[in-house]
């Protein structure tokens, strides 16, 4: 991110030794310590949010799922009793 | 009748919803810590049941949020025609309170939410409806014609799904 506009502001506390770490980090790779920190944090954080809307399976249930779709059936009585029960009444605020 | 649906407000709060109890402990942990954060991110939408005739409390809810699921270890011979990447429509959670238990408001919350499913495969296109049951409520779900797509995974949850075509 060397060129993006950098108007938030974080703070974040911590130990002595995570700082020295993490400085003695940072100059390692050639960084200073906000890019390496953020540079790690947002690789991370792109992670957790492109995995939130992905639902993964096994190869089993991946095999499972190409059947569920290819020959999916008729909808259960459950299923059509459940569906004929009265909708429920909309809140109009 | 004093119980209605309404879309869930993050920015409002409701009477009892800290209190909430529809038995399942996860459920519960759910809609006191979590919900209103996930809603405010706009990371799922939910929709809650509220009794008019309590000071408009929160006694049921339901979120829903648009997933899709990897097939990356199929190979196009067991693919056919179906992508590799199968948009659905999650069903996050969903709970009633144990003092309206009784009132069929769970299985009527359930078809809102199909319902739901089957506006969304329509307009955006959508292959169905995917959650990870809970070990107490597989057979409600299989009863209504969901799969489930790696077995029973008790006391875990366990990935099931429901293909569009059995929503009538």
């Known amino acids: 991110m060397p060129t993006t506009l950098r108007q938030a502001r974080m703070e974040l506390r911590t130990s002595e030794s995570m700082k020295e770490l993490l400085v003695k980090a940072a100059s390692l790779d050639g960084m200073d310590l906000t890019a390496f920190v953020l540079v790690s944090a947002i690789e991370r954080a792109r992670q957790v949010v492109k995995d939130h809307a992905n639902i993964n399976l096994s190869n089993q249930g991946q095999l499972n799922l190409v059947q569920a779709l290819r020959n999916p059936g008729q909808p259960t009585p459950a299923m059509k009793e459940l569906m004929a029960l009265p909708a429920l009444e909309k809140f109009d605020a | ?168």
């Not at chain 2, 009892?16 to 459920?27: L, R, S, V, Y």
């Not at chain 2, 999650?90 to 359930?110: F, I």
């Open chain 2, 1 to 168: 009748m004093t119980i209605k649906l309404a879309p869930y407000d993050p920015d409002q709060t409701y009477t009892g919803q800290k209190k909430f109890d529809c038995g399942n402990p996860i459920i519960n942990k759910y809609v006191h810590e979590n919900l209103k954060k996930q809603a405010k991110q706009k990371l799922c939408v939910a929709y809650v049941l509220i009794d008019n005739a309590d000071n408009n409390k929160f006694i049921g809810f339901y979120t829903l949020a648009q997933h899709s699921i990897s097939m990356a270890s199929l190979s196009s011979l067991q693919l056919g025609s179906l992508p590799r990447i199968i948009p659905c429509t999650r069903l996050v959670m969903l709970g009633v309170d144990n003092a309206y238990h009784g009132q069929n408001l769970g299985k009527r919350l359930m078809r809102e939410a199909l319902m739901m499913t089957k506006n969304v495969a329509n307009q955006i296109g959508s292959y169905g409806m995917y959650l990870d049951g809970d070990k107490d409520a597989i057979g409600f779900y299989q009863n209504l014609g969901f799969a489930l797509l790696d077995g029973d995974k008790s006391p875990d949850p366990s990935p099931m799904f429901l293909s569009l075509a059995k929503i009538p």
